[in-house]
């Protein structure tokens, strides 16, 4: 038997204007509806990599919506609608009257943002827990990553005197120190294998345990983000960056959710994006009061750098860096536990960080002199060694010194390209941008040569 017609009253709403997502109460046409649903179904399938399999929203399918002609659409639509309203399928008025195939982790009721843990990986990496195995993974996960997670599990079996939490926190941290020296591309499927081991674990142990590990899960997704961020993938980043967010506040974890913040302040900056470099800064610092004095500091110091990207005066910048160094400085050693375990900012990072300030603030040579004077201690990784080399190259091609500039940019080409750093060669990007007007002198040239060819050699 037929279901009878049950039409839609809140995408009705929408054309008496009654509700709309900026909440102006202005009306939107089924057209506005269908083109603002595709851009939000565009942006799914790039941060997942994949094609949408349907054509796309159309005012016809709007209306057959409202007039209740369908009454359970497809999934990339549902999402649309859902984070459009920032309703569940119910509240949209969504129903079904047969039971749904079950294929793989359901995201049909669920408001953007309320993933559960079964749904930890995004579909480069997307785990299945299937019934008739402890640990059935989809065929798309890499050989990597489900002996990586085979091991974490049988480690923490093995080991039933060691917490589950510190059996996965110690391989997190392993990761983190490979990051530095093998770069991205070797780390992620180590650290997805983590994550999917978590998020198994997670639903077996009770509250208290649970929370430490939604807590060191948000850790690990807040790192996963940061891979991404080094591979020039904003949109996979954004991704880890908003499950670290939701983990870090299941776990009621305050430093966690104010240090994703400021790790989407620092990304935003990346892309350039600086009105995002300043709200979201602005954002985790207002919870700087309930954080560990290493967290506040590195939040203070990227207020600064949000006050340099929106020209603002070097004495104000100057004085928020300053508050930033003090606030490092009473920090005693303990007073990163309980924090964010990548918060790990030392008075040599906030030189870094702050000779990115003074870059931006039109302070070049300043900048150049601080980057050299950390670098030259030598107790950087090579990536990040690579990195924060770039970006004296740029500064020093903006002081015009374009042949020490491009000196030093044939080196971080050569550990850009060893630990596969696409934001090194972003910066270097940069750089080349700031030798156009010696574009012609033999070391400038040799340089963007060489990046050009490194550039050819990623690309194959």
């Known amino acids: 038997m037929k279901a009878a017609k049950r039409p839609n009253s809140l995408l009705k709403a929408t054309r008496a204007g009654s509700l709309s997502p900026s909440g102006s109460g202005h009306p939107m046409s089924r057209q506005e509806v269908a083109d603002i649903c595709n851009r939000i179904i565009d942006d799914l399938c790039a941060q997942e990599g994949r094609s949408s399999r349907w054509a796309g929203m159309t005012v016809a399918v709007v209306g057959a919506l409202e007039r ?29 009257d047969r039971p749904q195939p ?124 940061w891979l991404y961020r080094d591979l020039l993938d904003p949109a996979r980043a954004r991704y880890w960056y908003d499950r670290a967010m939701e983990w870090a506040q299941e776990a009621d974890d305050t430093p966690m959710q104010a240090y994703v913040l400021l790790r989407k302040s620092q990304m935003a900056y990346d892309i350039g994006d600086r009105s995002r470099v300043v709200t979201l800064a602005g954002a ?54 309980g924090g964010p375990a990548g918060a790990a900012l030392t008075i040599d990072t906030l030189l870094l960080r702050q000779a990115t300030c003074y870059t931006v603030a039109g302070k070049p040579a300043r900048a150049a002199a601080l980057f050299d004077d950390v670098i030259a201690k030598g107790g950087l990784s090579q990536r990040d060694a690579g990195f924060f080399q770039a970006r004296r190259a740029a500064a020093l091609a903006l002081s015009g010194e374009p042949d020490e500039a491009a000196a030093l940019g044939i080196d971080a080409v050569q550990v850009a390209e060893q630990t596969s750093s696409a934001r090194t060669r972003h910066v270097l990007t940069n750089v080349v941008r700031a030798l156009t007007p010696w574009h012609s002198r033999p070391g400038p040239q040799a340089f963007i040569d060489a990046l050009a060819t490194s550039a050819s050699r990623s690309s194959h």
């Open 68 to 96: 209740g002609e369908v009454h359970w659409t497809n999934n990339d639509y549902r999402y649309a609608l859902r984070t459009l309203f920032g309703k569940s399928d119910t509240e949209l008025g969504f129903y079904i």
């Open 102 to 225: 079950s294929l793989g982790p359901d995201r049909s009721t669920s408001v953007p943002g309320q993933q559960s843990w079964t749904a930890l990986m995004p579909p480069d990496g997307q785990l299945d827990w299937s019934a008739n195995s402890e640990v059935g993974i989809v065929a798309n996960v890499g050989p990597e990553t489900r002996r990586i997670l085979a091991a974490a599990l049988e480690e923490v079996r093995s080991q039933p005197d060691i917490s589950a939490v510190e059996v996965f926190r110690q391989r997190l941290n392993r990761a983190k120190a490979d990051d530095g020296a093998l770069g991205p591309a070797a780390v992620l499927p180590v650290v997805q294998g983590i994550l999917a081991a978590i998020s198994h674990h997670v639903l077996r142990v009770e509250a208290e345990e649970r929370r430490h590990l939604l807590s060191l899960g948000a850790d690990g997704a807040e790192f996963a983000g």
């Open 284 to 337: 985790a610092a207002r919870e700087s009061r309930r954080l560990p004095l290493r967290v506040r500091a590195e939040v203070t110091q990227q207020v600064a750098l949000g006050m340099a990207v929106t020209d603002g005066s070097l004495s104000d910048i100057e004085r928020v860096m300053e508050q930033s160094r003090n606030l490092l400085l009473s920090a005693q050693p303990g007073d990163a536990d």
